[in-house]
């Protein structure tokens, strides 16, 4: 397995942005988290788990242990920070081998349309980026 990584992704630099303003630091989102940093009460009132604040139009709690499956994508979604880079903007030694995007011959860069440009670009302005995932995969 290869990793193919962009440290300067114009998306990715963002979705790591956007997590340091979960959960509960008066983010655009307006969810807050009032509980216990080392556990998680289900049967807690409102303010003492995740919950969106009321001025922002929605009054309800948010059950991380629910099976409203609605209600579980919004706690990991707008409440949960993730705590790594997003996957595709770092090296991982889990991977075999690590390519970044921005060398040569591919030459990815921080613009917009280098996020995902393998798949928003047509193939044949992309042929080098299939070329090197074909003698990666030994193909």
């Given at each position: 397995m290869y990793n193919y990584?962009?440290?300067?992704?114009?998306?990715?630099?963002?979705?790591?942005?956007?997590?340091?303003?979960?959960?509960?630091?008066?983010?655009?989102y307006a969810f807050k988290y009032g509980g216990a940093t080392n556990s998680y009460n289900d049967s807690a009132e409102m303010t003492a788990r995740f919950y969106r604040d009321p001025l922002f139009g929605a009054n309800e709690s948010f059950q991380v242990g629910t099976t409203n499956l609605q209600?579980?994508?919004?706690?990991?979604?707008?409440?949960?920070?993730?705590?790594?880079?997003?996957?595709g903007q770092a090296t991982n030694a889990a991977f075999y081998g690590n390519f970044s995007l921005e060398e040569s011959p591919l030459g990815y860069d921080a613009k917009h349309y280098s996020h995902s440009k393998q798949f928003r670009s047509n193939i044949v302005e992309q042929r080098k980026y299939y070329e090197t995932v074909i003698q990666h995969c030994g193909f």
């Open positions: 990584y962009n440290e300067r992704d114009y998306a990715l630099a963002k979705w790591e942005w956007d997590n340091r303003l979960k959960p509960d630091d008066g983010s655009r209600q579980r994508y919004a706690v990991f979604s707008y409440c949960a920070e993730s705590w790594s880079l997003a996957l």
